[in-house]
């Protein structure tokens, strides 16, 4: 058999390499999970958790009964926050293109980037509103911090990131009842890190109910009732970021509001900042 010359073993090299080259390049946009959040490859951790709220709110099964695949739909969206969230699952994610997880196929993560892109609406005042009204205090919400305890073992830290419509200056109490009480039915685990937690948040003082902001006829009270649900996140939070949670605290429907014919749209980080500034000079003037 002839044996190949040197220039043609290093053609041969060449075009290997560039063939290996061109398939790392394409093995992680080929079920990019990046894609399904809708963020660049680039994208700080705010903004993943930002996408992943927006786009949880949508698929929560709560939302969709007439969705036999909702449960699982939500499951995998858990699944690519539980990659992209972590920075080291997300490194070896970023190099590899692999999730290392069976639940994360091609097939699914496609699929979890078409339904969004099929169902994305812009999310109003309004919604939050009636979605937080309905859902804080509910069997689901409760459903809901037991699975992401369990899931996130313990680090409420983590919980308050990832359940919907949560402050951690309001609901930490609250939390902290139901899940001792959870753990004392032998429901739920005591992890040390949750110990630890409720030990720091047991000496604080519980907060006081605050009721729920009628809706405003004008445009100020619609603010009012808006920013009231988040104020408080908003201190320990990017203030476009804490928008985001609250915006993603409903998921759209088909139905347009009946209501206005308005389109709504989101704030402005100036009209964000300005409402916040005017939602606790009013709270500072009623404690007076």
Same mark, same amino acid.
């Given at each position: ?12 090299? $060449? ?39 927006? *786009?949880? *709110? ?10 036999? /695949? ?8 858990? #699944? ?5 969230? $972590? ?33 994305? +609406? ?22 809901? *911090? +037991? ?13 308050? #990131?990832?359940?919907?419509?949560? $402050?951690?200056? !309001? ?8 899940? /001792? ?6 429901? *739920? ?5 949750? +110990? ?13 109910? !605050? ?20 104020? /408080? ?16 605290? +409903?998921?759209?429907? /088909? ?34």
């Amino acid at each position: 058999m002839p044996r190949k010359s040197k220039r043609a073993e290093r053609k041969q090299d $060449d075009e290997e390499e560039a063939t290996s080259k061109e398939a790392a390049q394409e093995a992680p946009t080929s079920a990019s999970l990046y894609e399904v959040l809708g963020v660049e490859r680039t994208a700080t951790h705010e903004e993943i958790r930002k996408a992943y709220h927006r *786009l949880a *709110l949508r698929l929560h099964p709560d939302k969709n009964p007439g969705d036999q /695949n909702a449960k699982e739909k939500f499951q995998a969206l858990q #699944d690519v926050i539980a990659v992209l969230g $972590d920075p080291e699952k997300r490194k070896v994610y970023d190099e590899t293109g692999s999730t290392e997880d069976a639940e994360l196929s091609n097939e699914v993560v496609q699929g979890l980037y078409q339904f969004f892109k099929a169902v994305f +609406k812009p999310v109003t005042e309004d919604d939050i509103e009636e979605f937080a009204a309905s859902y804080q205090g509910s069997e689901s919400e409760t459903q809901d *911090l +037991k699975n992401l305890y369990t899931k996130c073992k313990g680090n409420m830290d983590i919980v308050f #990131d990832r359940l919907m419509c949560s $402050d951690p200056q !309001q609901d930490s109490h609250r939390f902290m009842d139901l899940i /001792n009480e959870a753990i004392s039915a032998g429901e *739920l685990k005591e992890y040390d890190v949750y +110990k630890r937690w409720a030990k720091k948040i047991a000496k604080k003082p519980r907060p006081v109910a !605050q009721k729920r902001p009628k809706r405003g006829k004008t445009s100020e009270g619609s603010e009012a009732s808006l920013f009231a649900i988040i104020s /408080n996140r908003q201190k320990q939070r990017n203030s476009m970021d804490s928008l985001a949670a609250a915006l993603e605290a +409903k998921y759209s429907g /088909n139905e347009k509001s009946k209501k206005s014919k308005v389109k709504h749209q989101e704030p402005s980080e100036e009209e964000f900042e300005a409402a916040q500034k005017r939602i606790a000079e009013r709270m500072k003037a009623r404690g007076k």
